[in-house]
């Protein structure tokens, strides 16, 4: 069984803070997304890193794919009200799996 | 493009009634992903299916779930004699294929009471 885990579970900032957000696995993994998703909604894509070692901006956010392609973590400079929401991390391409295997999630409230 | 459409929004139904959960894929997606959601967790993979197949159901329960993905309409996932342990929310996600993104819908929220 593969298992992606984030940490923190849950984490709580003031505005204009940096976090980061980490998902790690044992698996090794094609490709790696980032997903938001706010209350009541369906997750929403934010990015896909392919490459080891490869990392990608997206406005204030920073995804990084280990070298290992085990692992990832996603930064946020100056975080914003607007950032609130539950972050997850996906795996495609893991070990016998032909569809994504979602991490356990991040809920991450930016306090205004 | 309306994106990834699931209906109803809501569904409630009694112990022991069948519930049926509609998605309509993006224009030109020929994959589907059905997840389940509980409160405060992950997504939980239960069923990929392309036009008329069936690819992998290993994250489907044996008993009471089935989905279909017939050649014209919706994706249909379908629970029978629901239980309270079925509550949650089920999405369907769509995509050109399985090394790319998914688009989701925003879901269908099941209560059986």
């Known amino acids: 069984t593969q298992l992606l885990e984030q940490s923190p579970q849950f984490l709580s900032i003031q505005e204009g803070e940096n976090l980061t957000v980490y998902c790690n696995s044992s698996?090794?993994?094609?490709?790696l997304q980032w997903y938001r998703q706010e209350p009541g909604e369906g997750p929403v894509l934010l990015v896909t890193?392919?490459?080891?070692?490869e990392v990608k901006k997206l406005k204030r956010l920073t995804f990084q794919f280990g070298d290992a392609r085990k692992d990832s973590s996603l930064h946020i400079t100056a975080a914003q009200p607007g950032d609130t929401g539950l972050y997850l991390c996906?795996?495609?391409?893991?070990?016998?799996?032909?569809?994504?295997?979602f991490g356990t999630g991040t809920r991450l409230t930016v306090i205004p | 493009n309306a994106g990834v459409m699931q209906n109803p929004r809501h569904l409630v139904r009694r112990r022991g009634q069948e519930a049926r959960l509609r998605c309509s894929p993006m224009?030109?997606?020929?994959?589907v992903y059905w997840y389940r959601q509980l409160p405060e967790e992950g997504l939980k993979f239960m069923v990929y299916?392309?036009?008329?197949?069936?690819?992998?159901e290993s994250g489907m329960p044996k008993e009471r779930f089935s989905a279909e993905f017939p050649k014209e309409g919706p994706s249909i996932l379908r629970i029978q004699q629901v239980v309270r342990g079925d509550s949650a929310a089920y999405f369907c996600?769509?995509?050109?294929?399985?090394?790319?993104?998914?688009?989701f819908g925003s879901g269908t929220r099941l209560t059986v009471v």
């Open positions: 996600a769509s995509s050109y294929g399985t090394a790319n993104g998914y688009t």
């Open positions: 698996s090794v993994f094609s490709s």
């Open positions: 890193v392919v490459t080891g070692g």
């Open positions: 996906a795996g495609a391409g893991g070990t016998g799996a032909n569809n994504l295997f």
């Open positions: 224009k030109g997606h020929s994959h």
């Open positions: 299916l392309q036009k008329e197949n069936i690819i992998d």
